[in-house]
């Protein structure tokens, strides 16, 4: 579950940083990717947190931010140029980050099955 908040609060990081950062005027595409991006992760984050009892594969939604993450992270690369700005460093970080995160499974504070096996047994 910590991975999941840790995505919404890269996602919110995504949707301000075209504010912090001030390039709108100077860059809309990456404005656009930011925000867009921003978006995709916090909505993919909370559909895996969510608990559907229909709908069982949505707690895999999070597997969807590495698409995601790889779209801020090429972006980033690809059209910052060299050496890149810092609004492009920070969105190439970003998307690292979220890439990282993205794998970490939703039970991943439980200890595994055979563990809580073995110690309700005893």
């Not at 579950?1 to 919110?12: A, K, P, S, T, Y």
């Not at 978006?39 to 949505?58: D, M, Y």
């Not at 810092?86 to 970490?104: E, K, M, P, R, W």
Request: no cysteine; proline share 7%.
């Amino acid at each position: 579950m910590w991975g999941r908040v840790i995505e919404i609060i890269l996602g919110l990081w995504l949707v301000l940083s075209p504010f912090v950062w001030g390039h709108y005027p100077s860059d809309p595409g990456l404005w656009r990717s930011d925000v867009i991006s921003g978006i995709a992760v916090i909505g993919l984050a909370v559909l895996s947190l969510w608990p559907f009892r229909n709908l069982g594969f949505l707690r895999y939604a999070h597997i969807g931010i590495l698409l995601v993450a790889s779209w801020v992270v090429g972006f980033s690369y690809f059209q910052g140029g060299h050496p890149a700005g810092a609004s492009y460093q920070n969105a190439l970080l970003t998307g690292l980050t979220l890439l990282l995160v993205a794998i970490v499974p939703n039970n991943a504070g439980q200890p595994p099955v055979s563990w809580r096996r073995y110690y309700q047994s005893q």
